[in-house]
């Protein structure tokens, strides 16, 4: 079954369509599967750890998520220093919020609430299911239903 594709991002992406060779996909492959190994030692991907961060009984997940925050922050300030660019040629910087803080709690909200409901953020759906859990392809087919439905529906949302 294939899934509609709006008329706008048809040109758009008839327009980008050349052929990638599949070797360039390798970097990508190597560090996804490296994060998926660390997801599952550290066990960030346990929905146990899941569990207990939202129940506020350890500070194993606030310590990562912190640790993560902090290493970005410091990361970025480094590459702003040493005055390097995106592949676009932009400066690296981030950008101010827009006004309108009601989306960020709802979208917040929504995220928080599925990451509750099924114990598992999107970042290790696949560790997850190379681990050998097969009930991430509920968590899977949600995640991908979702991003359908605000495809769907991406026009008509407050951005």
């Known amino acids: 079954m294939a899934f509609p594709i709006p008329d706008e991002f048809k040109a758009e992406t008839e327009a980008k369509a050349q052929p990638i060779p599949l070797g360039a996909y390798l970097p990508y492959l190597l560090a996804g599967t490296f994060f998926g190994f660390v997801a599952i030692r550290s066990e960030i991907a346990s929905w146990y750890r899941i569990y207990e961060m939202f ?17 970005g922050a410091l990361s970025l300030l480094l590459l702003r220093r040493l005055g390097l660019r995106s592949t676009d040629g932009e400066p690296l910087a981030v950008r101010p919020a827009e006004p309108g803080r009601y989306r960020y709690l ?15 953020c999107p970042g290790p759906i696949y560790a997850l299911l190379g681990s050998g859990h097969a009930g991430a392809l509920v968590i899977l087919l949600g995640a991908l239903l979702g991003t359908y439905a605000y495809g769907l529906v991406q026009r008509r949302l407050p951005h």
């Open 106 to 120: 709802l979208g917040g909200l929504v995220f928080g609430l599925g990451w509750g409901l099924v114990g598992a």
């Open 55 to 71: 129940r506020f009984e350890s500070f194993h997940m606030y310590g990562v998520i912190g640790s993560a925050v902090l290493t």
